[in-house]
């Protein structure tokens, strides 16, 4: 999977969010769903958290092509 369809991917996992909140007792029930923006932060961090678990590298030297992956899917949801 390109970096851009997967960045698609995750953006669209989070847009299709919803949660509930039902309080105990009473009829009320509230459903939210995710703005594009959040949904948008929400893919960044879920990466950030996948690039962050990756070790830093000694060197230029030193690349790791799944980092490199995971940092162009970030580009690619800052662009959506």
Same mark, same amino acid.
């Given at each position: 999977? /390109?970096? !851009?369809?997967?960045?698609?991917?995750?953006?669209? %996992?989070?847009?299709?969010?919803?949660?509930?909140?039902?309080? +105990?007792? %009473?009829?009320?029930?509230?459903?939210?769903?995710?703005?594009?923006?959040?949904? !948008? $932060?929400?893919?960044?961090?879920?990466?950030?958290? +996948? +690039?962050? /678990?990756?070790? /830093?590298?000694?060197?230029?030297?030193? +690349?790791?092509? $799944? !980092?490199?992956?995971? $940092?162009?899917?970030? $580009?690619?949801?800052?662009?959506?």
């Amino acid at each position: 999977m /390109t970096p !851009k369809e997967k960045a698609k991917e995750i953006y669209n %996992t989070m847009l299709n969010v919803n949660s509930h909140d039902i309080i +105990i007792g %009473t009829l009320w029930e509230v459903e939210y769903e995710m703005s594009e923006s959040s949904a !948008k $932060q929400c893919a960044l961090i879920c990466v950030d958290e +996948i +690039i962050n /678990t990756y070790p /830093t590298p000694w060197s230029s030297l030193d +690349i790791d092509p $799944q !980092k490199e992956y995971w $940092q162009e899917v970030k $580009q690619e949801i800052e662009k959506l």
